[in-house]
């Protein structure tokens, strides 16, 4: 049987402060397989952080397990750091003044990397992650793209077997993120195992094998993108934007046997609500159909296929109002 590369059991986080008591991770569970791309999904303060800092040794579990590649990590957290890279990016973690090649060399001896590899190994990365051409340039005059793509090679350093991201294409143009998911997919074929943090269901569809939805430190679904999306149950969303909302509407609208769920988006001058239909229910009402629905007259309204994203939203929406009825 193959051996997991990471596995978390029952894990859980808690953090006091006096004497308030906040639980960031709720008996969560995963197994990441070999060669595989699990991503965390959920809205901030979901957890994922939380969750990819015990799996990186960097927080202590309250209660639970976390094993990498077989070793226990929470006794042995030095002996399971030779298998994790961990990419948490953004403009810390580099010698702003040095260059490229300066910064891997430094932290190449920081690794179990021998010494007389270090320069052939830094030059490899450099090139896997496509900064060759920039390699004696300072890191202060490298884009924010480049500098994940530094925090990548710089997490490959030691070889790991499991490499952790948290957001990594936050902030990134559209250009530089499909160029950093490019080298996540680049690493599980070359046999690393990822698991990465999101709130974006599309670029989870992207990169991932299995999804798995967190929300409260608790897993509320798992699959591929597909899968979850389908759990919201909706399959078209009529997006409007009304000059006030009416205390009644939400209420009013939920009572429907066709609402799968209602977000609303309060704007400065407006407040733009999306009605997501249920799955098999008749075409939605529109013109003065709708109108009738919301008892207020719209300044524009659009009906449309829901996005995995949408999709998403909505189910996340749904958790929690479940949760807290």
Same mark, same amino acid.
Request: hydrophobic residues 40%; contains cysteine.
């Given at each position: ?160 077997? %499991?490499?952790? @991201? ?5 902030? !990134?143009? *559209?250009? &530089?993120? +499909?160029?950093?998911?490019? $080298?996540? =997919? ?86 733009? %609500?999306?009605? @997501? ?5 008749? !075409?939605? *009402?529109? &013109?003065? +159909?709708?109108?009738?629905? $919301?008892? =207020? ?29």
């Amino acid at each position: 049987m193959t051996r997991a590369a990471l596995e978390l059991v029952d894990v859980s986080r808690v953090f006091r402060r006096g004497a308030t008591r906040r639980v960031a991770v709720d008996g969560f569970d995963l197994t990441l397989a070999p060669s595989s791309v699990t991503c965390l999904l959920g809205p901030n303060g979901a957890g994922k952080t939380t969750t990819v800092k015990m799996a990186s040794t960097l927080l202590a579990p309250t209660s639970g397990e976390v094993v990498v590649a077989g070793v226990d990590a929470v006794r042995r957290p030095r002996e399971a750091r030779r298998h994790l890279g961990l990419v948490l990016g953004g403009d810390r973690g580099f010698y702003l003044r040095a260059t490229a090649r300066e910064n891997l060399r430094f932290f190449a001896t920081l690794t179990a990397v021998p010494t007389r590899l270090h320069r052939s190994r830094v030059t490899e990365l450099l090139a896997t992650v496509g900064l060759s051409d920039r390699a004696d340039d300072r890191v202060e005059t490298f884009s924010r793209g480049m500098r994940q793509r530094l925090h990548l090679a710089r997490a490959l350093l030691g070889e790991p077997t %499991v490499v952790l @991201f948290d957001e990594p294409s936050i902030g !990134l143009d *559209p250009e &530089g993120a +499909r160029d950093l998911r490019d $080298l996540v =997919v680049q690493q599980r074929d070359h046999g690393r195992s990822i698991l990465l943090t999101t709130h974006d269901l599309n670029e989870a569809e992207a990169l991932s094998d299995t999804v798995i939805v967190i929300d409260d430190g608790r897993t509320v679904a798992s699959g591929d993108a597909r899968h979850v999306a389908q759990l919201a149950g909706v399959e078209l969303v009529t997006t409007t934007s009304l000059p006030l909302l009416p205390p009644s509407l939400v209420p009013r609208l939920m009572d429907r046997a066709d609402v799968a769920e209602v977000v609303v988006r309060q704007k400065p001058f407006a407040a733009e %609500v999306d009605i @997501f239909w249920t799955t098999g229910s008749a !075409l939605p *009402p529109s &013109g003065s +159909r709708l109108v009738d629905v $919301l008892t =207020v007259e719209p300044h524009w309204t659009t009906t449309r296929p829901v996005s995995l994203h949408e999709a998403y939203l909505a189910f996340i929406a749904r958790a929690r109002r479940i949760e807290t009825s």
